[in-house]
C-alpha cells in the first residue's frame, strides 16, 4: 500500500491520510518495533524523518534506526533553550551512532525578536513560547516529508495511553514504534546495547525539555510532573496537529 494507490486518491487529502494510517495500523501496529520501522522507511524512502528531542529516553529510538539506516534524517528543534548537556548529549549520541543527518533547526531570528526579543515569553506565555521556539521550525522542518517518526509510548502520560503505532497528522502520516514500549523495556534496552543516558536523568530529570520550563521530579511522581510543572500544560504542541504549509498554527 502507499501513497499512490487509487483508492487513496479518489479521497480528499486528508481522509486519503486518516485511511492510510488505518490500513497501517490493521496491518502492523501490533508488529515489532523493527519491523513497524522497516514498513515505514521501505513506503517512505526519503519521504520520512525521525524527530528527536535527544531527552532521556531517546538513544533508544536513535539506536533501533541507526542499526537499520543511519542515513534516515533525524530533526532535532534547537529552541536555544536547552540545557547544554542536551547539546552535548546530542552530539554524543550522533557520533556514537553513526548517524549521518542530523538536522538542528531552530526559530527565526523574526520570530523571536517579534514575540521573544526579551527572552522570557516563556514566563509570560509558555504556549506562544513553545509555538514560535518549536511548533513552527519543525513545521518549516517537515515540510517534503510524507511522514515522520515520533519517540512518544503510551506510559508516558494519560494522553498517549492509547497511542497507536501509525496516526494521522496535518497531511502526514505520524509513526510511533516505541507506543507499547514500557519504562523497563527502555531500561532493559539502554543496558542491553550499553547506551549512554542523558546526563541530566541522573540528577533528577526523567524527562528533559527547555531549561527554564524543566524541573527536577521526586521519588515517587510521574515521570512527567517536572515538565511546566504547577500548570495545566502537558505537551508544547509538536505532538498536537502542525501548522499547515501556509498556516501560522492557529488553535495549536
Given amino acids: 500500500m502507499g501513497r499512490n494507490e487509487a483508492s487513496l486518491l479518489a479521497l480528499d ?8 494510517a488505518r490500513a497501517l495500523e490493521a496491518q502492523h501496529g501490533n508488529a515489532s518495533t523493527e519491523e513497524i520501522l522497516r514498513v515505514a522507511l521501505d513506503l517512505y ?47 554524543e549520541l550522533a557520533g556514537r551512532l ?6 538542528s ?11 521573544d526579543a526579551d527572552g ?9 513560547c ?24 503510551r506510559f508516558q502520560s494519560a494522553g498517549r495511553s492509547i ?13 510511533n514504534p516505541l507506543a507499547a514500549w514500557s519504562a523497563a523495556d527502555i531500561i532493559a534496552h539502554m543496558k542491553e546495547h550499553d547506551l549512554p543516558r542523558h546526563p541530566l536523568v541522573a540528577k533528577g530529570y526523567p524527562s528533559i525539555g527547555c531549561m527554564p520550563c524543566t524541573d527536577k521530579v521526586a521519588e515517587g511522581e510521574d515521570p512527567r510532573a517536572g515538565r511546566w510543572r504547577g500548570q495545566d500544560k502537558t505537551e508544547c504542541g509538536i505532538h498536537f496537529a502542525l501548522p ?8 495549536i
Avoid: Q
Wanted: aromatic share 6%; hydrophobic share 45%.
Fill in 13 to 20: 487529502p486528508a481522509e486519503a491520510v486518516a485511511a492510510e
Fill in 45 to 91: 524512502g526519503d519521504r520520512i524523518g525521525l524527530v528527536s528531542s535527544f531527552g532521556a529516553d531517546s538513544a533508544v529510538l536513535l539506536h533501533i534506526v541507526a542499526k537499520i539506516d543511519p542515513h534516515v534524517p533525524v530533526i532535532f528543534v534547537d529552541t536555544r533553550k536547552h540545557f547544554a548537556e542536551t547539546l552535548s548529549y546530542r552530539d
Fill in 98 to 103: 553513526g548517524l549521518t543527518d542530523v538536522r
Fill in 105 to 115: 533547526v531552530t526559530p527565526e531570528p523574526e520570530d523571536i525578536a517579534a514575540a
Fill in 120 to 128: 522570557a515569553l516563556w514566563l509570560r506565555d509558555n504556549d506562544r
Fill in 130 to 153: 513553545c509555538h514560535i521556539r518549536k511548533v513552527m521550525p519543525l513545521a518549516r522542518a517537515l515540510k517534503g516529508f510524507d511522514a515522520w517518526i515520533s519517540g512518544r509510548k
Fill in 163 to 175: 497511542l497507536p503505532a501509525f496516526e494521522p497528522e496535518e497531511g502526514r502520516i505520524k509513526i
Fill in 244 to 251: 499547515g504549509e501556509n498556516e501560522d498554527g492557529a488553535g
